[in-house]
């Protein structure tokens, strides 16, 4: 038997499977998506089998063995090798980093493999096996491989024994993962024992006075360590607190189910409303067709999409099938999890990357056993290794999360969309603002099809009215003589929140890693003149930037549209607003959530607990404050600036500006009480601030396509932007430029080099080389070639054609290439 084996080296010229033979005695554990040790020159590196075959087109004698086999089970399944494949080829990847992606990181560190009896009875079965002999002599647990080195020939009882569940593996990744145990401290069993004590231990030792009165007052369990820091105090004043019997010290051992520590309110399903119901049976429709569509779910903020996707899951569980539901990490919220927890309790695992390895690692291992049979997680969640998937669900589809920005540079939706065709599994994909791309493919009726797979709920829940929204102009701020980055507009709102004790939500929005210009006046921009986009400020060079084509100008003294002076670069830091506000409202409760007080683990969810206790007035923060929350005293929410995003140098800024107004007007007024809105802006009249105010996706989408045609971007063409690097620039202009000129040759050569705004079905335009936005990173230069293509053509393997030389090449150690293919920002 061959086994057809990718290795894991990171280079190009190795991107291919090699044949290894099977020995004899792996023979029954081979399989596809099996991991293995294969020789491979001086070392032995890992591998994923992808493919089994009798025969090798290559000298048999001349083909090494498969020296070792990683797991018993293979980790990959059959249709998630398939995809990897297609991964590697759309997104000009290699099929290893591929393969990597689809494995929980701590199967890629080595593994030293357990088996064991499981105590079932029908050990009988194998009574006289010699290996059930020999591990009962060892207290029931042998290493894997010593086990099969034991038995050669009778690998065939013990998988079989496996799989019955005779036996047990048990995986111990060295370091990481381990059972961790924590050393606890238990408050006083007899607080009323302890606290007679206290005066004496006020005079003879204070220090454990301090520890004791400490824990009379938190009684409950605490990690001595934790305490230790908290206090200022060391372990041995605790230790001698033990000795005296006044508290315990134990031993825990960490849990790594990380919700298993929390109860869950089982919940059942609410009576759908009519809108619902209507969108709830087209989806299991077409779950029964075992069509393979993507549907979109078009419901405003608060229209009970959630419950829509849960009774969806229940019904593709009762059929015996698998779902995925992904939501933006940031919206991973403990109150987002809790909905999915409550209503299919353990048939939940949860993935996201606060996770630690072995945490991620368990939940991996319930997927793959099928004690889950639903996965609730960020964007890799999507390689969930399920057998039988009926149902992948991407909330807030538009979010720009859902692309990786590192190799492989993947889309989880459009890996979704191609997952649910090998499952026959339905997509929905579910907004309040899909993203242009998403709405327009959607519209259309696919063939053989009566309707359109658009499903919409354009009514919240409880017909609660939508918020109403003011849009302040801050520019007629600045000619009152207001200068503070709070209008009086929204200084009243705040004040009239905090006496009446309402809740108020404030996003500084503030995204992306370049600055503006714009004139404070006027609220005039500078933007390129060919693309429509705004110029990024470089420091260094003082000059105006378009990174699309390269087109430059002199940092402006004044405003060319109303020759003010007041012209700058924009950037305000939520500390700043904290400071302000305190200023503005002594006393005033503010929490800051941003990426300085969320980095520790949990911090996001303490946060949200304390606002949501109502021990805060006001929810302060980036992005992260506009999804998903749903507090019923939030009766304001502030945008301190809606231009930050409007100004960014990309083509979606309008889109992605419009999308967060809209979240974040959305969590206001979710309940009982109404919800009000003050956006300040310097562009008042823009028209994503405009339907955003009016809460009108049809009216925006209307302008940003056309505005979209005319400029020739998505959804009217794809876009591959190539990132190339080097620490010389001289080399690198060289070699891009001829990078450049091979691919237009190709391009030319298959007849596709055709301007897009020809009436030809298939046109390709290619721009650049230019300087990247980021014009340096490390120490390396990095230029850029941006693809803008339609029709069917296949563009990233004209992409890979050209690079080849390059990459193969002499200079290929020194000009590194990067593909970005359906690129969410150039950079
Ligand atoms: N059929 C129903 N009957 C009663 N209440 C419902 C029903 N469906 C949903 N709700 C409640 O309405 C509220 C809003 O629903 P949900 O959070 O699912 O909306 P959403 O569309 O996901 O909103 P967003 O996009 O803003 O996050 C929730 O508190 C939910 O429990
Ligand atoms: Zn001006
Ligand atoms: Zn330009």
Not at 593 to 607: C, F, Q
Not at 750 to 776: K, T
């Amino acid at each position: 038997m061959i086994a057809n084996i990718i290795v894991d080296v990171p280079s190009r010229q190795t991107d291919r499977p090699f044949d290894y033979k099977v020995p004899k005695s792996l023979q029954p554990w081979i399989e596809l998506g099996s991991r293995v040790g294969v020789p491979f020159g001086p070392r032995v590196l890992q591998g994923v089998v992808v493919g089994l075959a009798e025969e090798s087109e290559y000298d048999h004698s001349k083909l090494k063995p498969i020296k070792e086999l990683l797991d018993p089970e293979p980790p990959l399944l059959p249709d998630l090798i398939e995809l990897s494949k297609w991964l590697s080829e759309k997104y000009c990847c290699s099929r290893i980093a591929a393969l990597q992606i689809m494995l929980p990181s701590a199967l890629k560190g080595k593994e030293v493999k357990y088996i064991a009896l499981s105590g079932a009875e029908q050990e009988q079965a194998y009574a006289n096996s010699a290996w059930l002999q020999a591990l009962r002599q060892e207290d029931g647990a042998i290493k894997l491989e010593k086990l099969m080195a034991m038995f050669p020939e009778e690998h065939r009882s013990i998988k079989q024994a496996l799989q019955q569940g005779l036996l047990t593996l048990s995986g111990k990744v060295k370091d990481r993962t381990g059972i961790k145990q924590v050393r606890m401290v238990l408050p006083p069993a007899d607080p009323e024992a302890a606290r007679e004590q206290l005066a004496a231990l006020k005079k003879q030792a204070r220090k454990q006075y301090e520890v004791l009165s400490y824990l009379l007052e938190h009684p409950e369990p605490i990690a001595l360590a934790q305490l230790v820091a908290k206090l200022n105090t060391s372990s041995s004043v605790v230790q001698g607190l033990a000795g005296k019997e006044l508290v315990r010290i134990e031993d825990v051992e960490q849990k790594r189910d990380p919700y298993r520590h929390r109860q869950f309110e089982p919940s059942s399903p609410l009576p759908l409303t009519e809108l619902q119901r209507h969108v709830y049976e087209r989806i299991v429709k077409e779950m029964e067709r075992k069509s393979g569509q993507t549907m979109l779910l078009h419901g405003v903020t608060g229209s009970g999409k959630t419950e829509v996707y849960l009774q969806s899951i229940a019904q593709c569980l009762d059929s015996n099938r698998q779902a995925i539901v992904l939501v933006p990490e940031i919206s991973l919220t403990p109150q987002m999890v809790e909905r999915f927890k409550s209503r299919f309790g353990d048939a939940v695992a949860v993935m996201h990357s606060r996770l630690s390895d072995g945490e991620r690692y368990d939940e991996w291992r319930k997927i793959r056993h099928g004690q889950a049979r639903v996965v609730v997680g960020a964007r890799s969640a999507i390689f969930a290794p399920f057998s039988s998937i009926g149902l992948i669900i991407i909330d807030e589809e538009h979010e720009s999360s859902y692309k990786q920005d590192e190799t492989p540079k993947y889309h989880a939706r459009d890996v979704a969309v191609r997952r649910a065709k090998q499952h026959g599994a339905v997509v929905l994909l579910g907004s309040a603002t899909p993203s242009l791309e998403t709405f327009v493919a959607a519209s259309r009726i696919p063939k053989g099809a009566a309707e359109a797979p658009l499903l919409s709920m354009p009514e919240r829940v409880a017909g609660q009215a939508m918020p109403t929204v003011h849009i302040i102009d801050m520019r007629q701020e600045l000619t009152q003589g207001n200068r503070s980055m709070f209008s009086s507009a929204l200084y009243e709102a705040l004040k009239q929140r905090l006496e009446r004790q309402e809740q108020t939500v404030l996003l500084l929005n503030r995204r992306g890693y370049s600055t503006f210009v714009m004139c404070r006046s006027c609220g005039y921009t500078a933007s390129c003149p060919h693309c429509d986009i705004s110029l990024t400020y470089h420091q260094k060079t003082r000059l105006l930037r378009c990174h699309y084509c390269g087109h430059a100008e002199q940092e402006p003294k004044q405003c060319p549209q109303c020759e003010s002076e007041h012209i700058r670069f924009f950037g305000t830091g939520t500390q700043k607003v904290e400071e302000e506000l305190a200023k503005l409202f002594p006393g005033i409760r503010v929490i800051r959530m941003d990426v300085d007080t969320t980095t520790e683990k949990n911090a996001h969810e303490k946060l949200l607990k304390t606002f949501s206790e109502r021990k805060a007035d006001v929810l302060l923060g980036t992005q992260m404050v506009a999804k998903g929350l749903d507090f019923p005293y939030v009766t304001l929410v502030g945008v301190i600036a809606a231009d930050t995003t409007l100004n960014l140098p990309d083509f979606r800024a309008a889109e992605r500006t419009f999308q967060l107004l809209t979240q974040v007007a959305g969590r206001a007024g979710r309940h009982h009480l109404q919800g009000e809105v003050m956006i300040q802006t310097y562009n008042p009249e823009h028209y994503a601030v405009q339907a955003a105010a009016q809460h009108h996706y049809e009216q925006f989408i209307q302008q940003e396509l056309e505005l979209r045609m005319g400029m020739m971007y998505p959804p009217y063409c794809r876009l591959i932007c190539i990132t190339m690097s080097a620490e010389r620039l001289d080399q690198l202009a060289e070699v891009s430029t001829r990078f450049v000129n091979e691919l237009k040759e190709i391009a030319q050569y298959e007849g596709v080099l055709v301007p897009l705004q020809s009436r030809m079905a298939r046109a390709m335009e290619i721009l650049g080389p230019v300087a990247s936005p980021l014009a340096r990173i490390k120490d390396r230069y990095r230029y850029q070639c941006v693809i803008k293509y339609r029709g069917s053509i296949d563009a990233s393997t004209l992409v890979e054609r050209a690079m080849e030389p390059f990459v193969a090449g002499k200079t290929s150690k020194q000009v590194l290439f990067s593909v970005d293919v359906d690129p969410q920002v150039i950079v």
